[in-house]
């Protein structure tokens, strides 16, 4: 019997240091696991961040995402192009409204003109001058529009919407033989 005493009080102090490793062990896979859960809500933040970077609401709201930011192209709104198709896109644009309409804000201070070419402000002065003084300048040569906008999906109603951040006005450039040989960049107005 003294034996069988002192086989569980062995049998106890051994089991006992296995216990306390087994308890360390718990406890350190408890802080890991509080870790992990901590590390996947900071991931899952970083992740709502990220999408609240693509999502603006309808052109704001949480359905629209960003598809292009910006995007840059470039539209001849007049053409003496023979093209029947080219015709048909461009039988509703009115142009001349356009043109004077941004002429018309820039020369009451609502816009401000920039130089396409070093993104300089420029006076109303300046553009007065343009079109006073520039020989190869008239409003009727003003021909060509360069937009730069965001574009936006809304997902959950199938519809894409677009933010027009700037537009530039060209004007037609002719060789000597009177053909339209490119165009050249007036100002730049932000409208955003």
């Known amino acids: 019997m003294k034996y069988t005493y002192i086989f569980i009080l062995v049998f106890i102090f051994s089991c006992s240091g296995k216990n306390d490793k087994v308890i360390e062990d718990y406890k350190k896979a408890k ?34 995402m960003l598809i292009a930011n910006p995007i840059i192209f470039d539209l001849v709104v007049k053409t003496n192009s023979t093209d029947e198709w080219e015709q048909e896109c461009l039988k509703n644009v009115s142009e001349r409204s356009l043109f004077d ?31 006073k003084n520039n020989e190869e300048f008239s409003r009727d040569r003003l021909s060509k529009l360069q937009f730069v906008e965001n574009w936006y999906f809304d997902y959950k109603n199938l519809k894409i919407g677009k933010n027009v951040k700037s537009v530039m006005l060209a004007y037609e450039i002719y060789n000597l033989e009177g053909e339209i040989r490119g165009y050249k960049p007036l100002f730049r107005v932000n409208l955003n």
């Open 31 to 64: 802080e890991d696991y509080k870790k992990s859960i901590e590390d996947l809500k900071k991931i899952k933040e970083d992740y709502k961040a990220e999408i609240t970077k693509f999502h603006s609401g309808n052109l704001g709201d949480t359905s629209s």
């Open 101 to 131: 309409t941004l002429f018309k804000a820039v020369y009451n201070g609502r816009l401000q003109a920039y130089n396409y070419f070093t993104n300089l402000p420029m006076s109303i002065e300046e553009i007065k001058n343009l079109e």
